[in-house]
């Protein structure tokens, strides 16, 4: 029986310690750089930072950048100055419960906030009226879905878009394959509480490396960077509730994919085919066939993911000629 408990209590110590506090990482002197480039604004009590980038002289075209999920606002780091040089403004943001910004607990994090946020952030930057360029990826393509919808049924607030380029993301359910931690988090009710806890630097890195290509890894710079913002206002613990949005893209598909197939706004989707998320040839064919007056590029082989920051050239490539199409 001593046993017994003398092994409860070595499981029991190491979980405890975890459970009640890991104090977060230090970000590193360049994920410092990017966060003390940007501002804080105030959206329902909570504090969203974003970055938003004067350039390109003798052009008016706003171009905003809407993240993924777990990670932030800074993968768009590798992509940025190039388009600061093309645009005249270039706007990202970390959405509640990401990176840099309040992640409030409990909250019933949903697409809908994060589209609300998005116009809140252009209302407090005076663009509401101007014409904008969405970028997005991955939950950002969900965001910018519901944006889509509430400016083409002209809603109290809708931005104005003059275009939309998507790339990977689970934005049909039907071929969407999320990470079995995902499923687990989000489906795991009181257990996800302890789940969210448990998340440490290895678990993360080795969830976030299986998203991107063989070839296309990120640093070990680069992978502690990602986990400073998740880790940032312990961002782990809201994990479980975020992933709501898994969930809400089933229930809600009709109308944010109603809205993509609908629309006369322009459209693209850049597409890395290794994305274990959303498989290759499946999640492409499927866009063809529904969304018919989208233009697309397929990336190399190898990239998958996260084509922004495996493939930054291919990508802008792709982005400047959907750009300059129209």
């Not at 969203?48 to 777990?70: Q, W």
């Not at 992509?79 to 309040?102: C, E, K, M, N, Y």
């Amino acid at each position: 029986m001593r046993e017994w408990w003398l092994h409860v209590g070595l499981i029991c110590v190491p979980l405890l310690a975890v459970y009640l506090h890991i104090p977060a990482p230090q970000p590193s002197a360049a994920l410092h750089r990017w966060r003390s480039a940007g501002e804080v604004f105030r959206f329902r009590g909570r504090r969203v930072f974003y970055r938003d980038s004067f350039g390109a002289l003798g052009s008016s075209d706003v171009v905003v950048l809407l993240h993924g999920f777990p990670t932030s606002s800074y993968d768009w780091n590798k992509v940025w100055d190039p388009l600061t040089q093309r645009f005249h403004r270039v706007i990202a943001l970390d959405f509640l419960g990401f990176g840099f910004s309040d992640k409030p607990r409990p909250h019933r994090y949903s697409i809908f906030e994060q589209a609300t946020l998005v116009e809140a952030l252009l209302a407090h930057l005076d663009l509401s009226k101007h014409r904008v360029n969405l970028v997005s990826h991955d939950y950002g393509d969900t965001v910018a879905l519901e944006l889509l919808y509430r400016a083409d049924q002209n809603r109290t607030g809708h931005l104005t878009l003059n275009s939309l380029c998507l790339s990977n993301g689970g934005i049909f359910p039907e071929t969407h394959h999320p990470r079995l931690l995902q499923t687990l988090l989000k489906d795991s009710g009181f257990l996800a509480a302890v789940l969210t806890r448990l998340v440490n630097y290895l678990i993360f890195q080795k969830g976030i490396g299986e998203v991107f290509g063989p070839y296309t890894q990120p640093t070990d710079a680069e992978f502690w960077d990602m986990w400073t913002g998740l880790r940032h206002n312990d961002g782990n613990l809201v994990l479980d509730s975020i992933l709501q949005y898994i969930n809400q893209r089933l229930k809600h598909r009709d109308r944010w994919v109603g809205a993509l197939t609908s629309t006369f706004v322009p459209l693209h989707m850049i597409y890395g085919p290794l994305d274990p998320v959303n498989p290759h040839p499946h999640f492409i064919r499927l866009y063809q066939r529904l969304v018919q007056r989208s233009t697309f590029t397929v990336l190399d082989e190898h990239i998958s993911h996260y084509p922004q920051l495996e493939d930054p050239t291919g990508f802008l490539n792709a982005y400047f000629n959907f750009i300059h199409s129209f």
